[in-house]
């Protein structure tokens, strides 16, 4: 599999000339090459993981491309065919087998309603776990895509994460809050949290990609 960071939360993975898509979000750009788009994973409701116009991009390009939501998408994104999932559901999409994780966002303030969110595993190797810090149960972690930033985001707690998830590979993503030096300073602290367990830490800028 090859994985592609786009900006913030959005990645693309590519499998066997099939292509899968998740969180295309508000501070993303428009993704081309869809033409072999079997599916869309939103975490998610919050527009920095998914907007109308992204999903409107998309359907245009990939007419009936299938998108994977919480039920809380479903109804933010009223008009779309959404498919909800949960924790504990499988999918298999094209290339793609697709576990879910999770239930709820990270608590950003006490304020503020807890969403859902799921995690997603793809073909038993790569997870991403959206905007929480869910360790995917059972899981030997491959590569783990590891929150950067965020509100509800401390570095510390995104360290004791990845210390818990033990990946082989692991790089940073939701970043797009983050200043430049904000960014490499918190990549840093991640590298050392993969390096403890033997894993390799990657930085990847938006378009470069990892192979695993």
Do not use: C
């Not at 994985?3 to 959005?10: G, I, L, N, Q, R």
């Not at 869910?134 to 004791?160: F, I, Q, S």
């Not at 033997?198 to 990609?209: A, I, M, T, Y």
């Amino acid at each position: 599999m090859r994985v592609t960071k786009f900006e913030h939360a959005a990645l693309r993975i590519d499998e066997s000339g099939d292509t899968l898509l998740i969180d295309p979000g508000s501070f993303t750009s428009p993704i081309d090459d869809l033409s072999g788009l079997v599916a869309v994973v939103i975490t998610h409701e919050h527009p920095d993981h998914w907007t109308p116009e992204h999903l409107d991009r998309i359907l245009r390009a990939a007419p009936g491309t299938p998108i994977f939501a919480p039920s809380g998408v479903a109804r933010a994104a009223e008009g779309y065919e959404i498919t909800v999932v949960a924790p504990g559901d499988t999918v298999q999409a094209g290339a793609f087998a697709l576990r879910f994780f999770g239930g709820l966002h990270a608590v950003i303030h006490s304020s503020l309603p807890v969403v859902e969110n799921v995690g997603v595993l793809v073909n038993d190797e790569f997870y991403y776990p959206g905007d929480s810090y869910t360790v995917p149960a059972g899981v030997e972690v491959g590569t783990l895509a590891a929150p950067l930033g965020a509100p509800w985001l401390k570095v510390g707690d995104a360290m004791d994460y990845v210390l818990e998830v033990k990946p082989q590979r692991a790089f940073g993503t939701h970043d797009m809050t983050l200043s430049i030096a904000g960014k490499n300073m918190h990549r840093q602290r991640l590298q050392w949290a993969t390096e403890q367990n033997g894993g390799e830490f990657f930085v990847l800028e938006p378009g470069e990609s990892l192979d695993i």
